[in-house]
Structure formats: C-alpha cells, structure tokens
C-alpha cells in the first residue's frame, strides 16, 4: 500500500516523484528466496532445525516492511509503505524544527522482541534528494531460542543527493538466543549516509554477559556497482570462542559503531572533529578512522553500559551532523 500525498495550500508546488521511482515488488513477497538470508555464518546456521509450533514461515513468523521516500515539493514524504506483521511502522514524524523537510520513522515489531523461527526483512529506500531520519522504537531483544534461530536483515538504499540517518537502539541477545543480523547499505556517491549499530553482551542489569548462544553480524556499505566501501563482521560464540578478550570486547558489556558516508564534508576533518568530541565520554573507549577512499569516517566505540555508549554515539552523530548539514542532532524521546 501506498502513503496518501498531503494537501497543501499555496502556490502548487513541483510535481511529486512517482510511486514507480520505488524498486518494483519482489514477485514472491512470502517466499523463501525473498525473506531467508543468502548465506547463514554456520556458527548460526548448526542451530537450525524444525520447532514443534510456529516454525519458519508459519503467521506471524514472517515480517517484512518496505518504505520509499521521495522529494515531494518542499519535503521529504513516504510514497511506498508495505508492512506485515510483526514489522509496522506509525505515520513519519516532523518535529525536528531545524529540518522540517526530514521525516522521523520509527521501526516497530508487534512481537515485542525476536523469536526463534523469526524471519524478518526490511527495505529502505531513499530516492534522489531526499532525506529521512530512521530508528527503531525501542532496544531489539532476541530471546532464548530452543529450536532454531533468527534472522533479520536490512536493505537501505540511498539515492543521488539523498541524506539518510539510519540509527536503531541496541540489541540484547538474551540467554540461549542464536541471531544473525545483516545489514546492507547501497549508497549513490553523492549521498550522505549516517548509520549506527550497537550490541549489549546480554541483559546487563540482570547481570547476563554473553549468555547468549551465537550472535552475528555483517554489515557492509556498498556503491551502486557493486564495490564494497566498508565490511564490518561481527561473530560472537560464547561457548566455542573467547568473546571477551583483546581485539573482541576487551572486558567491556557494549559495542557500538557509527559511519558517516558522506561528499559534504573532508573525511580527515571529520575524523579530526570526532577525535576532539569524543573524549568527553572518559569511560567509553573510541577509536576513529578514515573509510577507503576517503569516501567518509567510521567510529568504535567499546563502554562498560549502554548509557555512556548511547551518549558517545549522540556526541559522534551530532558533530557529523553539524559539520554536515549545519544543524543538531534532534531529541528522539521514546518514552
């Protein structure tokens, strides 16, 4: 279904971008090929089997959201919206009153949390000179699977000129879950993409570190062609693996890392700028380098809690937006 084009008074203004600018629909939205992964990290993948109940592509076991945005006169609207439960969104917000042509979407589940046999899928797409702001309503809690695994991949597109924000909270591997989360990034040479992504060692307040079985992560950004900018693997096997150690967690409960790919802006005087920031944050331990290409700069970020980490990667994203686009970071109250 698509989102309706809001009315407006005044002088008419420029024609809007067509719903076809939005990639067609797959021909098998509800098929396996559409919603299962390419290729599941066999530390994953030795997990599968069949659930007694609610197995893989059984209701409510399938989620899939499509957005599309597009310039439409003076903003940014919404102009392909698909949702199938457990993945919803509300209607974009504009509240950010030093960009209100910048919709705010909230990424929702029904299901309150990921469950085994779980297989979601979201595509994002941002066409040419347009600009949205994306998270999550709530931190992604993976719960304790006994049958299976989960999966959730995120495809996001960025057109020519778009500038695109794409920060979900963190997610929590609970005790005995077994994730894969892959996100892919294809961005136009002339967009700018922020992206964020955090991961807790468990339920830190309950005094859960890695309890979980497996979590994994591939997150890559690449150009229209195909040619990869950057690769970020994650894979944490409590049971098989030292997962706290040196180049790992290093002894920490939350890492995070945040890219800003981006032509607005020098990548060195980025990373300069991040450099300077970030030490306000003493308890987070940071590291800032340049992306291949100069195409932009990328941040890890390694905390003892979620808090000074969250507060380490507003600090990154509001002094990348500032340089960038000349305005703060906006508030995104969530409770």
Known sequence: MSAPTATRSGPPAPPAVPV?????????????????????PAAVA???????????GRPGKVGLLELGYARVGARTELVHHFQKSPLQIMRPLYFDPHRPDLPLTFLMSTGGGVLQADRLRTDLHV???????????????????????????????AGPDSYVEYLPDPVIPFVGSR????????????????????????RLARGERHAYDVFASDLEVLLPDGRPV????????PGAHRVDGPAVMAGHAVTAAF?????????GELAG??????????????GVSVLPDARGVWVRLLGPAAEPVA???????????RRLIGVPAPHLRKS
């Open 20 to 40: 076809t600018a939005y990639p067609p629909a797959p021909a098998d939205r509800l098929g396996p090929g559409h919603y299962e992964p390419e290729h599941v």
């Open 46 to 56: 030795r997990h599968a089997a069949r659930p007694h109940m609610l197995g893989v």
């Open 127 to 157: 066409g040419a000179g347009a600009a949205a702001l994306l998270t999550t309503q709530a931190a992604t809690k993976v719960y304790r699977m006994e049958h299976d695994y989960a999966t959730a991949q995120t495809f996001l597109t």
């Open 179 to 202: 994730f894969y989360q892959r996100t892919t990034v294809t961005a136009d040479p002339s967009a700018t993409v922020l992206l964020s992504e955090t991961v807790l060692a468990g």
């Open 230 to 237: 950057a690769v970020d693997t994650v894979r944490l096997e």
């Open 259 to 267: 890219f800003a790919l981006t032509p607005l802006a020098p990548a």
């Open 273 to 286: 700028l991040l450099h300077a920031a970030l030490p306000a944050h003493p308890s987070v331990r940071a």
């Open 311 to 321: 507060g380490a990667l507003r600090t990154a994203w509001d002094c990348v937006r």
